[in-house]
């Protein structure tokens, strides 16, 4: 197990910040819905996984919650899909909601993706964060839902639940398949290790709710995304650092991130 006694005081302090007078017991599921749409503060970002990366500490650099709320405080940080899902599982633990991680394959491979699975009165749901899906979702035969993004088509087949995208022609579009299987945690944390050799890492990138549509953020590759329509641009650096800003991530995390990526090493390391 990977916590200490300082991430279980940093799940307190994200309770008290995002969750005041949550009602376990008595509202299980709106519960459920209140914790998820919390989550919605931390973005999806691999700046600081990147900056990271070569970290000797073994719990600072997989970014266990204590350093995902640090960073959020100091940074504007949030994390990447293992490390958020981590965290949300160990605060549904903090919580008393029963849940169990999943992977989950991309076309690009197998585990690269994870979830959690919470169970309330004999109903399961699925809970996607690291997808943005800010909602539990109920795990039925097939079930269509939206987000400020993408209408959704879940499909269960046998141990499997297959989750596509629909555009506007009724076309699906394949996104993910979760592997319905509780696994351990040492399970969990293998895959996550793994996660440091995706061709992501040689990548800035970053995926927000913000409102008026998901914000998406890959090196200068601008998108904004609403209901299956994009608006794309390419950006000039003072443009992004604008839009780092207005999502409260701080410049000091995209230059360390920017010397990583060109020189091994971050620009705040390097003589000025």
């Known amino acids: 197990m990977l916590l200490k006694e300082k991430d279980?005081?940093?799940?307190?302090?994200?309770?008290?910040?995002?969750?005041?007078?949550?009602r376990i017991k008595d509202a299980p599921f709106l519960s459920l819905k209140k914790i998820l749409k919390a989550f919605k503060n931390l973005p999806y970002e691999n700046l600081t996984k990147i900056t990271e990366a070569e970290e000797k500490n073994y719990e600072?650099?997989?970014?266990?919650?204590?350093?995902?709320?640090?960073?959020?405080?100091?940074?504007?940080?949030?994390?990447?899909?293992?490390?958020?899902?981590?965290?949300?599982?160990?605060?549904?633990d903090f919580t008393g909601?029963?849940?169990?991680?999943?992977?989950?394959?991309?076309?690009?491979?197998?585990?690269?993706?994870?979830?959690?699975?919470?169970?309330?009165?004999?109903?399961?749901?699925?809970?996607?964060?690291?997808?943005?899906?800010?909602?539990?979702?109920?795990?039925?035969?097939?079930?269509?839902?939206?987000?400020?993004?993408?209408?959704?088509?879940?499909?269960?087949?046998?141990?499997?639940?297959?989750?596509?995208t629909l555009n506007k022609k009724g076309i699906k579009k394949f996104r993910y398949k979760i592997k319905d299987k509780p696994i351990k945690e040492d399970d969990f944390i293998s895959a996550w290790e793994k996660s440091f050799e995706f061709e992501m890492m040689n990548h800035l990138v970053i995926s927000k709710d913000i409102g008026k549509g998901i914000l998406y953020l890959k090196d200068n590759h601008f998108h904004l995304i609403k209901e299956g329509k994009t608006f794309y641009k390419r950006l000039e650096e003072k443009e992004i650092l604008d839009i780092l800003k207005s999502i409260n991530i701080k410049k000091e995390l995209y230059f360390d991130i920017k010397g990583i990526l060109i020189n091994g090493k971050p620009f705040s390391s390097s003589p000025r």
């Open 60 to 92: 600072k650099k997989l970014r266990t919650p204590y350093y995902i709320v640090k960073d959020y405080f100091e940074k504007g940080g949030g994390g990447t899909c293992f490390s958020l899902v981590y965290f949300l599982k160990k605060f549904l």
């Open 97 to 164: 909601l029963k849940s169990y991680f999943v992977l989950a394959d991309r076309n690009y491979g197998e585990n690269t993706h994870t979830a959690c699975i919470v169970e309330i009165k004999g109903e399961k749901y699925l809970c996607d964060i690291g997808y943005l899906i800010y909602k539990p979702i109920k795990i039925e035969e097939k079930i269509e839902f939206k987000t400020k993004a993408y209408k959704f088509i879940m499909e269960r087949k046998d141990d499997s639940i297959y989750v596509f």
């Open 8 to 22: 279980f005081y940093a799940l307190k302090i994200f309770s008290e910040k995002f969750l005041k007078d949550l």
